[in-house]
C-alpha cells in the first residue's frame, strides 16, 4: 500500500481528484436546475451534463483506486465511534453514487435511443437496448439518485463545516489541496 506524502492528509491524487469533483458536482445541480427550468438551453445544457456526467464516473474510478493504494488519514479524535461509522458509511454511499448515477444516465440514454456524443464524432456505444418503458424507469430512477446524491453531499458539507467551524479538530486538513504539517500523534491507526 502506497503512504501519502503526510500521514495526516489523503494521497495528492486524492484531494485533487476530490475537489475537481466537489466543483463538477455543483456544476452539474446548477445545469440540473437550469435544465428544468429552461427550455430555450436545454439541449445546450444536456451536451454539457452528459460529458460532465462521463468525467465524473471517470474521476471516480481513479478516485476508487487511489483511495484503495494508498494509506489514509486517521480520524480526529474528537469522532466519536458512531461518527466514524455514519462516516464510512455516508462516504461508501458517495462512492457508489458517483459510479451509479452516471451509469444509470448512460443507461438511460441508451434505452431511449439516444445517441450519446461526447466531441465530434466520438460516441458512446449504448448499454442497454432500447425500449421506451425502460428508459421511463431509469430517467425517475436517475432522477431520485440525483436528489439522494444532493443530501449526501450537503450532510458531508454540514459535517466538514461543524467539525472546522464548531469542533475546530482539524478534519477539514485532510483533504485540502495543500500539504499541511502533521501534528505529534496524527496518522496513527
Do not use: C
Amino acid at each position: 500500500m502506497l503512504t501519502p506524502n503526510n500521514p495526516a492528509q489523503f494521497a495528492p491524487l486524492a484531494r485533487i481528484v476530490h475537489w475537481v469533483m466537489a466543483a463538477l458536482l455543483l456544476a452539474m445541480l446548477f445545469i440540473g436546475v437550469s435544465m428544468v427550468s429552461s427550455l430555450g438551453s436545454y439541449h445546450m445544457l444536456l451536451s454539457i451534463h452528459r460529458r460532465l456526467g462521463i468525467l465524473i464516473l471517470v474521476l471516480a474510478a481513479i478516485r476508487l483506486a487511489t483511495r484503495m493504494f494508498t494509506r489514509l488519514p486517521a480520524f480526529p479524535p474528537t469522532m466519536s465511534q458512531p461518527e466514524r461509522f455514519v462516516a464510512k458509511a455516508s462516504e461508501l454511499l458517495m462512492y457508489t453514487l458517483f459510479f451509479a448515477l452516471p451509469l444509470v444516465g448512460w443507461g438511460m440514454l441508451s434505452a431511449g435511443h439516444y445517441p450519446i456524443v461526447m466531441f465530434g464524432a466520438v460516441h458512446l456505444p449504448p448499454i442497454l437496448p432500447a425500449r421506451p418503458g425502460l428508459y421511463a424507469k431509469l430517467r425517475e430512477t436517475h432522477t431520485i439518485l440525483a436528489y439522494l446524491l444532493f443530501l449526501t453531499f450537503l450532510a458531508h458539507l454540514g459535517a466538514v463545516l461543524f467539525h472546522t467551524l464548531i469542533l475546530r479538530d482539524r478534519l477539514l486538513n485532510r483533504m485540502v489541496p495543500w500539504s499541511v504539517r502533521a501534528i505529534e500523534g496524527e496518522g496513527r491507526h
